[in-house]
């Protein structure tokens, strides 16, 4: 009887807790429209202006008058000499070898590593690089990543054992990690161009920080992941711990290491386009053209070599051991090695013998084809189709009717106001801790003088994260539920990942009115692929035995799907929405160079710009961070509200 009772009186209970909730939070939200109402229009005072654009624009001036007199700063310009000189080093090197040499260096080692499958896919795919007719532009693209990479993984697998073996230094990298990734690539060009100057030394040092963070995260990963009862038998046979490291614990973690290598590479060519604008004339450059002038062809060809030379790289770098069924004298790996030395050198001075320094003249006109496809596509849906409109007509709704109210509204509440909603959103996620950092960050960006159009930015980033998830929510239920459309799907969100930003603006600007509308599903584009896989994979995880029960008692797919599979796939789906966040703001900042505005256009002025306008670009910067670390913050701390833990990052 005394179970019986109780039952009824923890489910009122309950009811009235979320009664008072609820109430508290119309409340609120009552409370907020009067207040916006009253105060609407109050600007953000002078005395908050911490003068960040006057100070940065006078901290460049310094730099560029004090370069060589400083000791300093002469230390940084012989340190950019010597990046310079490394990028320089490996485009001779892949120059003399030939574009013969280079495709037996990726058959070579694709072999070596795989076996034939993976070395003909690698090798297929670095030829189309030549029939584009970009192969002494990618060349360059190719030097800027390896050396990039290589101080990646030179700087990123030493942090990464020593977060690995101590909790301490764990603790001490993360917050570190996460502002590098979370920090947008515009703001590590603008001091890096006011210390280095144009070309390849900020370009290699802007890839450098992206890149190490995956590095450090996969070593530690791999480090923690070798088992207990391992380091315990070498403890017992008396190793000391840089035996232990050396010969236990880093060769049990070599495929989480060269995990963080290939992931390494992959965000080195995801800021490739971004590092084009220090100037460095490889294919990414040719991108950027492709973007000022609408030419879809030019970007759709250049674009791709970028993707294929990925591709070529993801393939032979991942770890998936000795490749099988393979003649008894080539079971040696220090066989195959010399093998593949001798191929590479051979088809090396083939090229030479019979004077192939430059790719030939076959050509595979993908661009054209694109351009042809985006032509129909503009013939018979720009100017309308029955009963939905044109793509002009869309873009018009976008702005007119969902952008321009929501940045209205934002641009015009008192910025106090907006400070206050940060707050209260951060203590009803986790509590007075995330409150206070909410708030801090929009005091923040109310501090950098760059109010409204931080303003503008949020409002980008809130459409299309919300188109965003609109969309990948459904699909990714769908791949969830079907194994087939997976693999169907797997290529296309590959491309979408590894293809520029770029890329997608030139097809995107020439369907729709130049403005915020082309970023937007630029954004949305680049987002959707995290979105649709996080998803898919919270609903693969779920036990079966809760389905299996669900089902038992007569659950439709649709109650399964609503009542158990989507409750139980929460913390994945709301990892989805972190993803989708840091990746539209991403591309909504990029979104700046064509009509956007908000704080990408400022960024970008100070790229271009340094002598007039670096302090703005510093400002806007900073603001964008600010932006990002609030966003990332209150979506982690909302998913650990149901059960999400950092370390599923």
Not at 130 to 142: A, E, H, P
Request: aromatic share 8%.
């Amino acid at each position: 009887m005394t179970a019986v009772a109780i039952a009824p009186q923890a489910a009122t209970k309950t009811r009235s807790n979320r009664s008072r909730l609820a109430a508290i939070a119309v409340a609120a939200l009552v409370g907020i429209v009067v207040i916006y109402k009253v105060t609407r229009g109050q600007n953000v005072p002078t005395w908050l202006d911490l003068h960040v654009q006057k100070n940065a624009q006078s901290a460049y001036h310094w730099v560029t008058q004090n370069t060589g007199k400083n000791w300093a700063l002469r230390a940084t310009k012989w340190f950019g000499d010597a990046l310079k000189w490394g990028v320089e080093r490996t485009v001779t090197l892949l120059r003399w070898l030939r574009w013969t040499g280079v495709l037996a260096v990726v058959f070579a080692v694709g072999f070596i590593r795989a076996g034939l499958r993976t070395a003909l896919i690698g090798t297929s795919v670095m030829f189309c690089v030549g029939l584009f007719g970009f192969w002494d532009k990618t060349m360059i693209t190719l030097a800027i990543m390896l050396v990039a990479v290589v101080i990646s993984m030179l700087i990123g697998v030493p942090l990464g054992i020593w977060s690995g073996l101590s909790d301490r230094g764990e603790q001490l990298l993360r917050p570190v990690l996460d502002t590098a990734q979370v920090m947008p690539a515009y703001v590590y060009l603008i001091p890096l161009l006011s210390l280095f100057g144009i070309g390849f030394a900020p370009a290699v040092l802007a890839t450098v920080i992206y890149a190490v963070p995956p590095a450090v995260r996969l070593t530690s990963l791999g480090i923690r992941q070798v088992p207990v009862v391992t380091t315990e038998v070498g403890r017992s046979y008396g190793s000391t711990p840089r035996q232990l490291l050396g010969k236990v614990q880093l060769p049990m973690a070599r495929s989480t290491v060269m995990l963080g290598l290939n992931q390494a590479l992959m965000m080195a060519f995801g800021i490739v386009v971004i590092a084009s604008l220090l100037g460095t004339n490889d294919v990414g450059n040719e991108v950027l053209k492709a973007l000022q002038k609408s030419d879809i062809a030019l970007g759709f060809s250049a674009g791709f070599c970028i993707v294929f030379v990925a591709i070529a790289l993801d393939r032979i770098t991942a770890d998936v051991g000795h490749p099988r069924g393979l003649p008894t004298w080539a079971k040696s790996k220090r066989t195959l090695w010399i093998a593949g030395a001798v191929l590479v050198v051979g088809a090396a001075l083939f090229g030479k013998v019979f004077d192939l320094p430059v790719f030939p003249a076959w050509r595979l006109d993908i661009g054209s084809w694109a351009k042809s496809v985006i032509d129909w596509i503009n013939d018979h849906f720009r100017h309308g189709v029955p009963l939905v409109g044109g793509t002009g007509t869309v873009s018009d709704f976008i702005v007119r009717d969902v952008l321009f109210p929501l940045r209205g509204m934002l641009q015009s509440a008192a910025w106090w106001l907006v400070v206050a909603v940060a707050a209260v959103t951060g203590w009803w996620v986790r509590g007075w801790r995330l409150a206070m950092a909410s708030a801090l960050c929009f005091v923040g960006i109310a501090a950098m003088a760059e109010w409204d159009l931080a303003m503008d930015t949020l409002s980008q980033v809130l459409v299309a994260v919300v188109v965003s998830m609109s969309l990948a929510i459904p699909i990714g239920i769908w791949v969830g539920r079907s194994p087939m459309l997976e693999k169907v799907l797997r290529p296309v969100l590959d491309t979408a990942q590894v293809l520029p930003q770029f890329v997608y603006l030139v097809p995107v600007l020439f369907l729709f009115n130049v403005g915020p509308t082309p970023g937007l599903i630029a954004a949305v584009i680049y987002a959707i692929p995290p979105g649709i896989r996080l998803v898919a994979l919270g609903l693969r995880e779920v036990p079966a035995a809760p389905r299996e029960a669900a089902i038992s008692y007569g659950a439709t797919p649709g109650q399964e799907l609503l009542k158990v599979q989507l409750p139980l796939a929460l913390r994945a789906i709301m990892l989805g929405i972190n993803q989708v966040i840091l990746m539209v703001l991403a591309t909504v900042i990029i979104a700046g160079l064509i009509g956007g505005g908000g704080l990408g256009l400022e960024a970008v002025s100070g790229l271009t710009k340094p002598n007039l306008r670096l302090g703005d670009g510093a400002a806007a910067g900073i603001s964008i961070v600010l932006l990002a670390v609030f966003l990332d913050r209150v979506t982690q701390a909302w998913g650990n509200r149901f059960g999400y833990d950092d370390e599923h990052k």
